[in-house]
């Protein structure tokens, strides 16, 4: 039924305690800035209404993504780890076949027509925010390379420096050789992973970091 595309959600303790602080000289604790990414070829030219938290479904059609379906929580915070509502939080990905729902996308993957692909949502009172998605399939990107399953990411708010970044998800060998990843140095690796939610393996969560202008 179209009315599940909006179901309720239980919040149930999926967000995590703030860790990876670090001291800085002055005493104040400061949180390390989330590590930026290049956009890529495949941001979203194509205009759609529907963009809300579940990528799952699309308004109006009564089928779902082919997939396995998983959460994606978390919060957006200023570097001195204060919480920042009404920020504009941007996803895009590939569907489960790791074809993106994109014109110049040259993936000869099966397009998913029930996936949302792309959703746009504000972080909430305590800089939360929340989509269901479907996992994102892995794609070649050229000659020995195939990129790990990852979320686009793009926050923005009036007053910060914009971030555009990928999120990658734990325990996935392909994180290992990709030429983006591995580019940066580990401690930003280990800000643009994931974390999986109390042993869950359909949950993750992900912390964002962004600068004040």
Do not use: C
């Not at 999926?14 to 590590?35: D, K």
């Not at 920042?84 to 014109?103: D, F, K, L, M, T």
């Not at 794609?139 to 420096?161: L, N």
């Amino acid at each position: 039924m179209v009315n599940q595309k909006r179901r309720s959600f239980i919040a149930s303790g999926f967000f995590s305690g703030i860790a990876g602080w670090v001291q800085a000289s002055g005493g104040t604790a400061e949180m390390q800035e989330t590590p930026g990414e290049i956009e890529g070829p495949f941001y979203p030219i194509t205009p759609q209404k529907d963009k809300d938290f579940d990528l799952t479904r699309i308004a109006g059609q009564d089928g779902a993504a082919r997939g396995t379906v998983i959460w994606i929580t978390g919060e957006v915070f200023d570097s001195m780890g204060d919480p920042i509502e009404g920020a504009s939080v941007e996803i895009w990905q590939a569907n489960a076949e790791g074809r993106y729902h994109h014109p110049h996308d040259p993936n000869p993957a099966p397009l998913d027509q029930y996936f949302q692909g792309w959703a746009i949502v504000p972080s909430g009172s305590k800089g939360a925010f929340r989509f269901r998605t479907v996992m994102p399939g892995s794609y070649p990107a050229g000659p020995g390379w195939e990129r790990p399953p990852h979320i686009h990411f793009k926050v923005m708010k009036r007053g910060f420096v914009e971030l555009v970044t990928q999120m990658y998800f734990p325990g996935q060998s392909l994180n290992e050789t990709d030429r983006l990843l591995q580019r940066k140095e580990p401690a930003e690796q280990k800000l643009m992973i994931a974390e999986v939610l109390r042993d869950k393996h359909d949950s993750f969560h992900y912390r964002i970091v962004i600068e004040r202008a």
